[in-house]
């Protein structure tokens, strides 16, 4: 008698919750598929057939715990851009969240850091996507010298950069300023002076001009596919 769907789901889910406090926890020794199976209270054969082996498991367990993040940061961002929050005061505290996050769990960060795993992984796309949206709102604003998607990677490396860093030193001597300091050294890359688009010159008017092209209702999908062409190769020449 086979298992019912909702059977299955919830195995899998007891599963990847019992991994996923053994791996925060203890690290990736300890997720092994005979103690997972004890902790979860099934058959070793179970994980084998829900994942395949102890890569599958480790995979789907970054995958769920990343998802989890990911859409709480989605929400918060949502949450920000209604009530008006300065768009550079929200990076900053997206930045921070992110490296306590990987700090305070680097067997979890090491996964979802493998550039294999993170290029096919759909939490990890929609993390770029919840930083994409970040830095979209301080383009609009006109403070960015450089594109969004140039800012976003600066943003992304500098993150990445200093949980590796982090983690590669000893906690007793840890740097705790290097957060902020990455911080302002990625802002100086990606930040024009000035605030107004007007006195920030003509690269940050232009990127400004394409952060709103996609919002311009009077003109075609097929106009607006054109102009944002025309301002993306504008930014690149003007960079």
């Not at 921070?96 to 795993?117: E, K, M």
């Not at 006195?199 to 996609?214: D, H, I, K, N």
Request: hydrophobic share 45%; aromatic share 4%; glycine share 6%.
């Amino acid at each position: 008698m086979s298992e019912s769907p909702s059977r299955r789901t919830d195995q899998r889910a007891r599963i990847i919750a019992v991994a996923a406090r053994l791996l925060q926890e203890q690290g990736p020794a300890a997720v092994t598929t005979r103690g997972v199976a004890e902790a979860a209270g099934v058959q070793a054969p179970a994980i084998y057939r829900l994942f395949g082996d102890k890569d599958g498991l480790l995979e789907a367990v970054a995958e769920q715990v990343m998802a989890i993040f990911v859409s709480e940061k989605a929400a918060h961002v949502a949450e920000v851009s209604a009530a008006d929050v300065d768009p550079l005061e929200d990076l900053r505290a997206g930045f921070q969240t992110q490296i306590d996050f990987g700090l305070a769990n680097p067997a979890l960060f090491r996964l979802l850091s493998a550039p294999d795993r993170v290029a096919q992984s759909p939490a990890a796309r929609s993390g770029r996507l919840v930083l994409e949206s970040r830095v979209h709102r301080l383009a609009l604003t006109g403070r960015l010298r450089v594109s969004e998607e140039r800012a976003a990677n600066i943003i992304q490396a500098a993150g990445i950069g200093t949980i590796q860093a982090t983690l590669a030193t000893p906690p007793d001597q840890r740097d705790a300023g290097l957060a902020e300091s990455m911080y302002e050294a990625a802002l100086r890359q990606i930040l024009t002076d000035a605030p107004e688009p007007s006195e920030s010159g003509p690269l940050a008017t232009t990127v400004a001009f394409r952060a709103l092209a996609p919002q311009l209702d009077m003109l075609s999908e097929g106009e607006k596919r054109l102009l944002s062409e025309w301002l993306d190769r504008a930014v690149a020449g003007l960079s």
